[in-house]
């Protein structure tokens, strides 16, 4: 077989792209897309969920805290104490890691296999695409912050993070006071704001890729697709979105 770096175009001075994969057969793009397909959208679901879990925040502290105890005794006794709360956990990271490995992989195939020749001007409808690298990058950072804020509270001031405890046998969480601490600082209120908008960018380009993917071709079932999409990320946007602002103004308090 001939080396692909000696490849030119036998039309013009260009130089060819290069052969796009030459890996195993699992790491083929035929695998790699179903893959980001899948994990994107358990992910999509669980972000879902928990804006929906979030908004128990409207219910006061006693609601939201009871949530959150609950979350971690949830299954209990037929599963250990914080048993489901791990394996979700798991599930959770391990899409993480296949998403973002897939998700990268395939965007520097794409890239490789056009390569010289790039589209230019491209249409608004192509802001989120384009976007999803910067949106997915941006979201990973969140993720760390968010966990080492809320759930290891290394980031809210120090001596205002409280663990939840347990006392014969009852769990008292403090979810709603640490959610305060933290979103009454104005930086973190605005950061978690403008992350929430981009996740909608991300959330409503992801889902109609997945759309896409699963062969939606009718033009009406596309638009209906391309509407549940959308609907989807804004509500998780301006749902998610408000609630620092909220808090920071002091209507939630
Ligand atoms: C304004 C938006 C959000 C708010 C107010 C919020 C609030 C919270 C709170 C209070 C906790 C701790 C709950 C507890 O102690 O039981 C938490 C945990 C968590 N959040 Fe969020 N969250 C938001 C957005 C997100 C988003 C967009 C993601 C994912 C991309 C996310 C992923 C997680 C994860 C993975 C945990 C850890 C669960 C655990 O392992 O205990 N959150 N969130």
Known sequence: MAPATARRDPLGDAP?????????R????????????V???????????????NLKVFQGADAYNSYAAWLRDVGYPLVPHDGVLWALRAVLATCLLLHVASALTLRLRGRRARGVFRR??????ALGAGSMTVT??????FVAVHLLDLTIGRLVS????????RSGGQLTAHAYENLLASLSRPGMAVF??????????HLAQGL???AHDLGATGPRLRTVLAVTAVALALAVAVANGALPLLILTGVLS
Not at 16 to 24: D, M, Q, S
Not at 26 to 37: D, E, H, I, Q, Y
């Open 158 to 165: 120090p001596g205002s993070f409280q663990e939840a405890a």
């Open 136 to 141: 997915g990058g941006l979201l990973l950072v």
């Open 192 to 201: 978690y704001t403008l992350v929430m908008l981009t996740l909608g960018l």
């Open 120 to 125: 230019r001007g491209t249409r608004p409808a």
């Open 26 to 37: 699992w790491t083929s793009n035929a695998v790699l897309k179903p893959v980001a397909a």
């Open 16 to 24: 060819a792209p290069r052969p796009v994969h030459r890996g195993a």
């Open 208 to 210: 109609w890729t997945v």
């Open 39 to 53: 994990t994107g959208t358990v992910m999509g679901a669980f972000v879902l969920v928990h804006m929906l879990g």
